[in-house]
């Protein structure tokens, strides 16, 4: 079939285009990108209504020099190409460790010593910490003078070094160094397995609570609040506070007069207890907070039964939650493991287990967030409904009246203007799907901003805090088997988004997790995450960290 030469107008231009009625109409935008720099996806070519990518063009009964109108802007994005400020360097031609800094480079795995996959998972875990990592790499340990113990055994030290050493490689890294150094500070990691002769299998949580620890005593960093003090890493990012109360059980003693005791108490992790009603992890969280004890009464000169129940005061940023799934058999002189399925979520909303004073701080922040969510994802659905249906967006050339969807009332306006006899006639201008989604965007970020202000100022100035009572999945620490003393561990951790080398900014990330079994890593879907649930001797969870969900600034930008 014959070309035919048709005249598209656009900001006041004619361009001349021979239009191929065997082609689409996803080709023939492209020849308009060509002549006037406005992409595909931002043109809005009104043609018996806007015209579909799909449509074949030999359908719109096109006739010579048929004039034709196209609406649109180019991106911002679209600017000239310029030539690299410094040389292009291939994958090829890059050491190790530049490599391995590259976008998509496989991170490092940990090489097994002899059932040291509890140590492996842990350190792989921990590393999902960017601030811990920041922190690591200024850290020096105090001479030997100071402490009496070697700076080469500094455990703290040695978790820098090897964080320093993985993130050079994407190769396993042999951690020698740090496993040696932490068998000496703490030798129940160097006990010998009765049955095989080697290295026994150790607990995780163990591990990754003694290495927090000496981490806690270490590692500081300055205060945001006072420049001129430190404090602990771990204190600042992953200690939060209870505010507990102490009642006993009898009501005779409370009926003598005996009151409550209220006390303040620091943790590094929730306890998700497991029993026979557990079925989701708010169910054991809720479980930990509630605690029974033994302890003498002085008003009734005798022990009696006290119940501590916890709230929380103070959430950090990064919070650990232990699924308790161990405990002492006697018949059998192990630790056996609690198989019951427990569900968790990829987002945890913690409000409901905080003390009244840190809930209403947080719930408006709270509902605000959701409150923004909700409006991206309307923008987005109503943007992905106009590019599958654009034509339904506009009235066509007849002006006929029908009736347009809610999303799309600010598609056309009447204008008024004065015909040669004096009349008012009414015109109609349309908005291009920029000025919608322009318009839109300005609505979600003032929205953002909004949420900014509602942040509690006390919680502002704490950067290592919670201020939303929301938080993300970041790292999982899995288990596999019948008992602590013997398994499998591995760790699940998500992905970070690169960071894009032209803006300095961080991409979206794609929702996938890394798999860390050792030295093997591989990419999995989220999806692999929900069956970590639990019910056998499959994986299971043991420890979650979760990190407080991004707020916006001021500016209603995310950091």
Same mark, same amino acid.
């Given at each position: 079939?014959?070309?035919?030469?048709?005249?598209?107008? +656009?900001?006041?231009?004619?361009?001349?285009?021979?239009?191929?009625?065997?082609?689409?109409?996803?080709?023939?935008?492209?020849?308009?990108?060509?002549?006037?720099?406005?992409?595909?996806?931002?043109?809005?070519?009104?043609?018996?209504?806007?015209?579909?990518?799909?449509?074949?063009?030999?359908?719109?009964?096109?006739?010579?020099?048929?004039?034709?109108?196209?609406?649109?802007?180019?991106?911002?994005?679209?600017?000239?190409?310029?030539?690299?400020?410094?040389?292009?360097?291939?994958?090829?031609?890059?050491?190790?460790?530049?490599?391995?800094?590259?976008?998509?480079?496989?991170?490092?795995?940990?090489?097994?010593?002899?059932?040291?996959?509890?140590?492996?998972?842990?350190?792989?875990?921990?590393?999902?910490?960017?601030?811990?990592?920041?922190?690591?790499?200024?850290?020096?340990?105090?001479?030997?003078?100071?402490?009496?113990?070697?700076?080469?055994?500094?455990?703290?030290?040695?978790?820098?070094?090897?964080?320093?050493?993985?993130?050079?490689?994407?190769?396993?890294?042999?951690?020698?160094?740090?496993?040696?150094?932490?068998?000496?500070?703490?030798?129940?990691?160097?006990?010998?397995?009765?049955?095989?002769?080697?290295?026994?299998?150790?607990?995780?949580?163990?591990?990754?609570?003694?290495?927090?620890?000496?981490?806690?005593?270490?590692?500081?960093?300055?205060?945001?609040?006072?420049?001129?003090?430190?404090?602990?890493?771990?204190?600042?990012?992953?200690?939060?506070?209870?505010?507990?109360?102490?009642?006993?059980?009898?009501?005779?003693?409370?009926?003598?007069?005996?009151?409550?005791?209220?006390?303040?108490?620091?943790?590094?992790?929730?306890?998700?207890?497991?029993?026979?009603?557990?079925? +989701?992890?708010?169910?054991?969280?809720?479980?930990?907070?509630?605690?029974?004890?033994?302890?003498?009464?002085?008003?009734?000169?005798?022990?009696?039964?006290?119940?501590?129940?916890?709230?929380?005061?103070?959430?950090?940023?990064?919070?650990?939650? +232990?699924?308790?799934?161990?405990?002492?058999?006697?018949?059998?002189?192990?630790?056996?493991?609690?198989?019951?399925?427990?569900?968790?979520?990829?987002?945890?909303?913690?409000?409901?287990?905080?003390?009244?004073?840190?809930?209403?701080?947080?719930?408006?922040?709270?509902?605000?967030?959701?409150?923004?969510?909700?409006?991206?994802?309307?923008?987005?659905?109503?943007?992905?409904?106009?590019?599958?249906?654009?034509?339904?967006?506009?009235?066509?050339?007849?002006?006929?009246?029908?009736?347009?969807?809610?999303?799309?009332?600010?598609?056309?306006?009447?204008?008024?203007?004065?015909?040669?006899?004096?009349?008012?006639?009414?015109?109609?201008?349309?908005?291009?799907?920029?000025?919608?989604?322009?318009?839109?965007?300005?609505?979600?970020?003032?929205?953002?901003?909004?949420?900014?202000?509602?942040?509690?100022?006390?919680?502002?100035?704490?950067?290592?805090?919670?201020?939303?009572?929301?938080?993300?999945?970041?790292?999982?620490?899995?288990?596999?088997?019948?008992?602590?003393?013997?398994?499998?561990?591995?760790?699940?951790?998500?992905?970070?988004?690169?960071?894009?080398?032209?803006?300095?900014?961080?991409?979206?990330?794609?929702?996938?997790?890394?798999?860390?079994?050792?030295?093997?890593?591989?990419?999995?879907?989220?999806?692999?995450?929900?069956?970590?649930?639990?019910?056998?001797?499959?994986?299971?969870?043991?420890?979650?960290?979760?990190?407080?969900?991004?707020?916006?600034?001021?500016?209603?930008?995310?950091?």
């Amino acid at each position: 079939m014959a070309s035919i030469t048709v005249v598209v107008k +656009h900001q006041g231009q004619k361009y001349e285009v021979e239009v191929d009625p065997d082609t689409t109409g996803e080709v023939f935008k492209f020849q308009l990108y060509s002549l006037t720099g406005v992409e595909p996806e931002r043109q809005k070519v009104l043609l018996k209504g806007v015209l579909k990518d799909d449509t074949v063009m030999s359908t719109l009964g096109l006739k010579p020099n048929q004039n034709i109108m196209m609406l649109g802007t180019p991106s911002k994005d679209g600017k000239d190409l310029v030539r690299p400020s410094e040389p292009i360097k291939f994958v090829e031609d890059m050491t190790e460790a530049e490599a391995a800094k590259q976008e998509g480079a496989l991170p490092a795995g940990l090489s097994n010593l002899g059932n040291t996959c509890y140590l492996n998972s842990t350190l792989q875990t921990l590393r999902a910490i960017p601030e811990l990592q920041t922190a690591l790499s200024t850290y020096e340990p105090p001479s030997r003078q100071a402490t009496g113990t070697l700076p080469q055994l500094d455990l703290t030290r040695q978790l820098r070094d090897t964080y320093k050493s993985m993130s050079e490689t994407q190769n396993a890294y042999v951690p020698h160094t740090f496993l040696a150094s932490l068998r000496d500070l703490y030798p129940q990691f160097a006990e010998r397995s009765r049955t095989s002769g080697g290295f026994a299998q150790q607990d995780a949580e163990e591990a990754w609570s003694q290495i927090l620890s000496q981490v806690r005593q270490k590692l500081r960093v300055k205060d945001a609040s006072d420049a001129t003090s430190d404090t602990s890493f771990i204190e600042k990012y992953m200690s939060g506070e209870f505010t507990s109360e102490l009642v006993c059980d009898e009501a005779a003693a409370r009926e003598g007069g005996e009151s409550a005791v209220t006390s303040k108490d620091t943790f590094l992790k929730l306890n998700c207890h497991i029993d026979g009603a557990t079925n +989701h992890l708010r169910d054991g969280i809720a479980n930990g907070l509630a605690e029974g004890l033994e302890k003498r009464s002085e008003v009734l000169g005798r022990d009696a039964q006290y119940t501590k129940t916890s709230k929380i005061s103070r959430l950090p940023k990064y919070l650990t939650v +232990h699924f308790v799934r161990f405990f002492w058999k006697r018949e059998t002189q192990k630790k056996a493991k609690i198989m019951r399925k427990v569900t968790f979520p990829h987002e945890l909303d913690v409000v409901e287990f905080c003390d009244d004073k840190l809930k209403k701080a947080l719930i408006p922040v709270r509902d605000k967030v959701r409150e923004v969510r909700k409006e991206e994802e309307d923008v987005e659905r109503a943007r992905k409904r106009r590019k599958r249906n654009g034509d339904d967006d506009v009235p066509e050339a007849s002006n006929s009246k029908k009736d347009t969807k809610k999303d799309d009332k600010k598609e056309t306006k009447k204008e008024a203007g004065t015909s040669a006899d004096g009349d008012v006639e009414m015109t109609e201008t349309y908005k291009t799907d920029a000025e919608i989604d322009a318009e839109r965007a300005a609505q979600v970020l003032a929205m953002k901003k909004e949420l900014n202000a509602l942040i509690d100022p006390d919680l502002a100035k704490d950067d290592g805090a919670n201020q939303s009572g929301l938080y993300e999945l970041r790292g999982v620490v899995t288990h596999q088997g019948a008992s602590a003393d013997s398994g499998h561990y591995t760790a699940y951790v998500k992905k970070t988004a690169p960071v894009d080398a032209k803006t300095g900014k961080r991409k979206e990330e794609d929702g996938k997790w890394w798999w860390f079994n050792d030295d093997k890593v591989s990419e999995v879907t989220a999806d692999k995450i929900d069956g970590l649930a639990g019910g056998g001797e499959s994986h299971s969870a043991l420890i979650l960290l979760y990190r407080a969900i991004p707020l916006p600034t001021a500016e209603g930008t995310m950091e």
